[in-house]
């Protein structure tokens, strides 16, 4: 029996599939990496954990930190499991109009939400978090500029395609 020391652990090593139907009577095999088997049902899971872990092992992010980021979609979700689990406090920023939905998801992973005015759209919720990870000496992982985010893909996403086709990639998009 297989047992995960860490529900982090379950991140990656996701099943590709055979998109039969979409390349039925072209000369080649099309795959499809399913990223929703990871814990969230996100790609996300997979930067997520590379930024909090990038930050941890460069000294950025000590036990008990806190963590701020602006996000309106998967990557907060993401951020949320991964600092629950390692002990963070999480500090997401998000423009008003985000669903009731992602917001319950998001406060029952443990994520503190502030709301933004619909108005000033993502800016506004970069804007605030800036102001938060100032005021409280926070990790802003920077989910856009954040080399970890790429490189995770790198390190992880290609050669699990690499591997699970033996090396049999022509394209990858």
């Not at 790198?154 to 050669?159: G, L, N, S, V, Y």
């Amino acid at each position: 029996m297989r047992v995960a020391e860490s529900a982090l652990d379950l991140i990656g090593n996701t099943p590709l599939v055979r998109l039969s139907r979409i390349g039925k009577g072209l000369p080649c095999e099309i795959l499809g990496k399913l990223e929703s088997k990871n814990p969230l049902g996100s790609v996300k899971d997979r930067i997520a954990w590379a930024m909090i872990r990038d930050a941890e092992e460069r000294g950025l992010l000590r036990p008990g930190g806190i963590v701020v980021e602006p996000t309106s979609g998967n990557t907060g979700i993401g951020l949320a499991f991964v600092c629950a689990i390692r002990g963070y406090r999480l500090i997401l920023t998000m423009p008003e109009t985000m669903s009731l939905e992602r917001r319950a998801i998001l406060q029952a992973l443990g994520a503190e939400l502030v709301l933004t005015p619909a108005e000033e759209g993502m800016a506004g919720a970069v804007r605030a978090a800036h102001e938060l990870a100032k005021r409280y000496s926070a990790f802003m992982p920077h989910q856009f500029e954040n080399p970890a985010n790429p490189k995770i893909h790198e390190r992880t996403t290609a050669e699990e395609i690499w591997n699970d086709t033996e090396g049999r990639v022509d394209i990858l998009v």
